[in-house]
């Protein structure tokens, strides 16, 4: 399946050795392989598996052209006139490379979906804590929106208790009063307003992913390595030497294009100048995905190549009665069961060893794809969670601006009340 997914396509030409030339055509990246496939043919070249590949450099074929050469365990393959220049293709294909050896799930690893009753008692369990922790933060966001509505309303009261403020002042002295009646007045209170906007708690925020990603800004030909943080309140981005290029708060971001399960674009759009716009592409990128899909899930758009993983990940759950803290125990047992076996039917002899790998595997608390699942809705928990704690943290200095604006509403009419039986 990873096979038919097209990472990337550039425009190239190949050196084939046996027959002394070089032959045009298109150098693809999937996430599992590379190959090269001619243009007038249509004949696949060479294709090899990342993981063969011992070293990718920049080299120089008869010292004038600029070409790459990718090192295999039985061969070494040229390739030039890369577009749009050798650097991009480059960096490309060293992040895959790099994340294909740092990756425990080669090729190898992808075996059959099977399922435990631990494992779907465990997903039921996230399925269900995720179900109430997204309608939570829903309430959370209403009860935000209320908070903002009073704070509008209490600035409008203040701002027309100084419209009256004035007019009393006009009523206690007149312009047209010969004797001076203003010298008479208590001097202005000058003491600068409180502010009232609630500041945002940017020095509390919560990392829920850092993967390293591969960053195209404005062109296709600036492209750099750095890296994605995903935080509770927005996404930052930065290079490889950890200098933040620029950092997109949650309402600040107006949508996120997801074109391949590996690659994406961030925009922010504005009137009268350039947008600010990233295309990020990572190895990494399909577990970024969903917590892309929580955080802006108003503001993101499959692209047409993405389609089928929309599809592929909402399967429903069934939600189960016991308690995570249960399953969780009852995880440790079998785990404890399970390490426990060796031990005690250790007999000498070819047979045992096979006995023993048996009974582990009938004894397998959870399938490599549920582990994978559960890692999943696992980080979708942390991002839900941190979000709440965020909105909890800034309701929390909402009411306390809240309380301190009432409060002085109150003394104020209570002050403009006096003064104006005093006119009466």
């Not at 032959?23 to 063969?52: I, N, Y």
């Not at 059959?112 to 631990?118: A, D, E, I, N």
């Not at 309140?233 to 949508?255: A, P, T």
């Not at 997801?258 to 925009?267: A, F, G, K, L």
Request: overall charge neutral; cysteine-free.
């Amino acid at each position: 399946m990873n096979e038919d997914i097209r990472i990337h396509t550039w425009p190239g030409s190949y050196y084939v050795s046996s027959e002394k030339r070089w032959v045009p055509g298109k150098l693809s990246l999937t996430p599992v392989s590379v190959r090269f496939t001619a243009d007038k043919s249509g004949e696949l070249l060479v294709g090899f598996h990342l993981s063969s590949i011992s070293e990718i450099k920049k080299e120089s074929s008869n010292f004038i052209f600029s070409s790459l050469t990718i090192l295999e365990t039985h061969a070494k393959h040229w390739f030039s006139s890369l577009q749009p220049n050798r650097n991009v293709v480059f960096n490309i294909l060293e992040h895959f490379w790099r994340e294909q050896l740092l990756s425990s799930e080669g090729a190898g690893a992808q075996a059959l979906p099977s399922q435990t009753s631990k494992g779907k008692e465990l997903t039921g369990l996230l399925t269900g804590s995720q179900k109430r922790l997204e309608d939570t933060a829903k309430v959370l966001e209403h009860q935000g929106e209320q908070f903002d509505n009073i704070m509008k309303g209490l600035n409008k009261i203040e701002s027309e208790m100084d419209v009256a403020d004035r007019l009393l002042s006009e009523l206690e002295s007149p312009s047209w009063w010969p004797f001076g009646g203003r010298l008479l007045k208590s001097p202005v209170d000058t003491k600068p307003k409180e502010a009232h906007l609630v500041p945002d708690p940017k020095n509390k925020d919560g990392v829920i992913l850092r993967i390293p990603v591969i960053i195209t800004e404005r062109t296709d030909s600036n492209v750099r390595p750095g890296k994605l943080t995903l935080l509770a309140s927005g996404l930052e981005i930065s290079d490889s030497s950890s200098q933040v290029l620029h950092r997109f708060d949650k309402k600040d971001v107006d949508d996120v294009k997801i074109h391949t399960p590996y690659e994406i674009s961030v925009r922010q759009r504005f009137i009268g100048k350039p947008d600010i716009s990233y295309r990020l592409l990572s190895a990494k990128m399909p577990e970024a995905i969903p917590v892309f899909e929580m955080q802006f899930s108003k503001k993101v758009q499959f692209m047409e190549d993405a389609l089928g993983l929309v599809g592929a990940r909402k399967t429903p759950q069934e939600e189960a009665g016991p308690s995570i803290w249960h399953a969780a125990t009852g995880l440790l047992g079998s785990v404890m069961q399970a390490g426990s076996i060796p031990s005690s039917s250790s007999s000498p002899g070819a047979g045992g060893g096979s006995q023993q790998a048996q009974l582990q595997k009938q004894k397998e608390v959870v399938s490599e794809s549920e582990a994978q699942e559960l890692r999943r809705m696992l980080r979708k928990l942390k991002s839900l969670a941190l979000e709440t704690e965020t909105e909890l943290e800034r309701q929390d200095e909402a009411l306390d601006v809240i309380t301190s604006s009432v409060d002085r509403a109150t003394t104020n009419i209570d002050k403009q009340n006096r003064r104006i039986k005093k006119l009466t």
